[in-house]
């Protein structure tokens, strides 16, 4: 008896070191490339090609990111990005969360059909509707300006309505009932009741949003040109194309720069990242 | 009688004015798939039906298009470019991630600790990962060639070489895996610890419970985390246009770059419409299969 709970044991001592083993070989490949990208951005043009590679800068370039900021028009960049961002999450989030309370919590006729619809629309790659819509911000004259980036996200975005949909379908009926006796219109009971106890939710779409419009590259790669206008993503390509010989220590501390925003708000919202995601794919 | 058809009116009403409450609430998506989806897709099978560069008027050749398609090399190359990367990263995707998930499961120490590392690769996207690993593929200078090097490994030229191209880019999907790691434990933790203990007391082994416990009771998060996969792959195109540019020797070509190329660098806009007229259709295709798939498979409990 006393051997068999021995060998339980150790063989849970051997589990769990071969788990440790996996996790962190598995942490070191996933966190290898961003100390990589940092490392490389702070060597000179000359050290970057040493061999063996140094892993730790013994003159740490800081400068490599002055040279960033200053040999494109990074803030340029930077304002265009932020105004993109700031006002597709804010239109992105208004109109998802009506449309997904629409569908959620109001019994209407063909609710689900427009619902199908919606999810179907998500598998349609942007590249389908790419020329029709290049073709029509022509005729409106808005190739060429942030427009084409903002607009059409003011009209709910697929993912945003299910994610929202899903949270508005969980809570209780009980509420809406209660405030209906109450005498309050569907109207009101959206924003009176369900708007502030969708403050978690809210923020996690505002997350996702965030994610989205700050790394979007297909749509500003197809309706911008002009240096103004660029954001980031755009922008730091272009200083990769500059090049005739990639300086991959430029190029990494433009990533870098590019990344932080990113990073940054990971660890301050850690929380909703992950409760985001789960909720979505709950059911 | 009086009172249950004044009840029935009233019912009646409500109806009514739940449609319009709805309406009134569905109204922005409904405008904007008008505007921004529906059109369009109208709108480019009509283009697809015209020669068109930009600049001289649409000339209507019918059905010409889709003939030169029929006798394109690229357009089955792009075709079949999207396929494979589909058909290895999206399976090895999900692998990946449960296998992350249901270690960082185990009730062990740091588990936390260790679920933001491998999540971490998430929250970086686009244009920045793409040039990350650009210069971690380098096949003198790269880290990888060097880790190999201390194996004594020759590693191989990576995305710089048209038979690696394609495996490297497939390779560099399976590194931001943590979204459906997190979909996947939480899937995990939905399951009640009851159907293991009953599994147990029928003499079940650890790859019994697996197999008849756990993933069963995953199969909504495993058709989530499809879905959301093949969605991402049918829309690579940021890596192949920023690393290799569809290249080498065009084994990169995914079939949205051969989109992006014809109608704007080529600008042979009834082409591209063509193209994303048969993407439509290969999309709706495999929309139809998985809804299909999901009723069949995929256990629902509650």
Excluded at chain 1, 48 to 56: D, G, N, V
Excluded at chain 1, 237 to 253: G, Q
Aim: hydrophobic share 50%; glycine share 6%; aromatic share 16%.
């Amino acid at each position: 008896m006393a051997s068999k709970t021995a060998s339980i044991r150790n063989q849970r001592i051997i589990n769990n070191t071969l788990i440790y083993a996996i996790l962190i070989i598995a942490s070191i490949v996933a966190i290898v490339p961003i100390l990589w990208m940092l490392s490389s951005s702070l060597k000179t043009g000359i050290d970057i090609y040493m061999l063996p590679p140094e892993w730790i800068p013994s003159k740490p370039q800081w400068g490599n990111f002055h040279e960033v900021l200053t040999r494109v028009p990074f803030f340029t960049y930077m304002k265009n990005t932020v105004l993109v961002t700031g006002l597709g999450i804010i239109g992105t989030v208004l109109s998802s969360t009506l449309v997904a309370y629409g569908l959620a919590r109001i019994n209407f006729r063909g609710s689900n059909i427009v619902f199908m619809l919606i999810l179907a629309t998500m598998m349609i790659p942007p590249q389908v509707t790419i020329v029709p819509q290049f073709l029509l911000f022509r005729e409106l004259g808005w190739n060429n300006t942030l427009a084409p980036l903002i607009v059409p996200e003011w009209f709910g975005s697929p993912y945003n309505i299910f994610l929202l949909r899903q949270f508005f379908v969980a809570l209780p009926r009980s509420l809406d009932e209660a405030a209906m006796l109450d005498g309050l219109s569907v109207y009101k009971i959206f924003w009176k009741v369900t708007l502030p106890l969708s403050k978690p939710v809210i923020t996690t779409v505002s997350i996702t949003a965030f994610m989205f419009f700050w790394n979007d590259f297909f749509k500003p790669l197809i309706f911008i040109s002009d240096d103004s206008i660029k954001t980031l993503t755009l922008g730091i390509l272009e200083f990769k194309n500059s090049f005739n010989v990639i300086e991959w220590n430029y190029l990494m501390a433009a990533a870098m720069l590019m990344l932080i925003p990113c990073v940054v708000l990971f660890f301050v919202a850690q929380r909703y990242f992950v409760e985001g995601i789960s909720v979505s794919g709950m059911k | 009688m009086v009172g249950r058809s004044l009840s029935n009116v009233r019912e009646n009403g409500n109806m009514k004015r739940n449609n319009l409450a709805g309406f009134i609430f569905i109204s922005p998506w409904i405008i904007g798939f008008l505007l921004f989806t529906g059109a369009p897709v109208l709108y480019s099978f009509a283009i697809s039906a015209f020669r068109w560069n930009l600049i001289s008027s649409p000339e209507f050749i019918g059905f010409d298009n889709y003939v030169t398609m029929f006798h394109d090399s690229l357009f089955y190359k792009s075709l079949s470019i999207t396929s494979i990367y589909t058909l290895f990263s999206v399976p090895l995707q999900l692998i990946v991630a449960l296998t992350a998930a249901l270690l960082v499961n185990q009730k062990i120490r740091g588990a936390k600790v260790f679920r933001t590392m491998l999540y971490l690769p998430s929250i970086i996207s686009g244009v920045a990962v793409a040039m990350i690993w650009s210069w971690m593929f380098n096949p003198k200078f790269g880290v990888i060639n060097q880790v190999l090097g201390w194996f004594h490994i020759n590693g191989p030229e990576w995305i710089y070489n048209e038979h690696w191209s394609l495996p490297s880019m497939i390779l560099m999907s399976l590194w931001s895996f943590g979204g459906a790691m997190i979909v996947f434990l939480a899937g995990l933790q939905d399951i009640p610890g009851y159907l293991y203990e009953a599994a147990e007391l029928d003499g079940a082994s650890r790859f019994g419970k697996f197999l008849h416990v756990t993933l069963p009771m995953l199969s909504p998060s495993i058709l989530f985390n499809l879905i959301m996969g093949i969605i991402t792959s049918f829309q690579v195109f940021t890596q192949a246009y920023v690393m290799t540019d569809g290249g080498p020797n065009n084994s990169t070509l995914f079939f949205v770059m051969y989109i992006y190329q014809n109608g704007f660098q080529y600008f042979n806009m009834g082409y591209a419409s063509a193209l994303s007229v048969v993407l439509f259709v290969i999309v709706f295709i495999v929309t139809m299969l998985q809804l299909k798939l999901s009723k069949r498979f995929v256990t629902y409990d509650k």
